[in-house]
């Protein structure tokens, strides 16, 4: 039962550079979120899919676009990374209208 | 601006003590609100839902109020173990399934 994966699990990219982090459920779950997470701070939700087929823009949105590839996939790029885009960002999947969310073991990425 | 607010400074407390945490929001009405635990190095787990027609709910040491006129919900840990110490989030619903949460608690428990 793998729940929520997200990898990579690490990743250090240079400015400018390019990267796709994936996101995959198996529970069925009609939601999928992205959020980041600065030291400090909370969850920020950064793009979120309510649905197979939509998605819709979260708190900060700028410098990243998704994609809801199927009902279990939810991926995140960053077209072109810049040194505050450096987080740990975690994937999120809910079923139901007010379902628990499920988190990824989230991943950790510097841009330098 | 909407926001969802919780105390930024860490609460230390004594084991056997109970933690209670507070969580307030403007310019939402939400059906429901929920709490997580987030360790560490790790993603937050669900702890405890309450709906917005329910002023109290319990899950063993686990209490959560829930004041739709104040905007606040109140977390309260009894019989505190240094084993709770974590960090604690409210989150609900903002719009269309966005799940917004606040900036979350670090609880400390002493032994």
């Known amino acids: 039962n793998a729940g929520v994966t997200q990898t990579p699990k690490f990743q250090v990219l240079k400015t400018g550079q390019s990267m796709t982090l994936q996101c995959a459920q198996d529970?069925?779950?009609?939601?999928m979120y992205w959020y980041r997470q600065d030291p400090g701070m909370g969850l920020r939700l950064i793009y979120y899919s309510a649905s197979e087929g939509t998605t819709d823009k979260g708190e900060v949105p700028n410098g990243y676009n998704v994609s809801r590839l199927n009902k279990r996939e939810f991926s995140l790029r960053l077209e072109s990374a810049a040194p505050s885009q450096t987080s740990v960002y975690f994937c999120?999947?809910?079923?139901?209208?007010?379902?628990?969310?499920?988190f990824g073991q989230g991943t950790r990425l510097t841009v330098v | 601006s909407q926001k969802i607010e919780q105390n930024s400074e860490a609460l230390n407390i004594q084991e056997g003590k109970t933690a209670t945490l507070t969580c307030n929001y403007t310019?939402?009405?939400?059906?429901?609100l929920q709490w997580y635990r987030q360790d560490p190095g790790r993603g937050p787990v669900f702890l405890l839902l309450i709906r917005e027609n329910e002023k109290e709910k319990r899950k063993e040491r686990l209490k959560v109020t829930f004041d739709t006129t104040l905007k606040q919900s109140l977390f309260h840990i009894t019989a505190s173990q240094p084993a709770d110490s974590a960090t604690y989030l409210c989150a609900l619903d903002t719009g269309r399934r966005a799940l917004t949460f606040g900036s979350g608690t670090r609880l400390q428990v002493q032994p």
């Open positions: 529970m069925n779950h009609n939601s």
């Open positions: 310019n939402y009405s939400p059906a429901y």
């Open positions: 999120a999947s809910r079923g139901g209208q007010w379902g628990e969310a499920f």
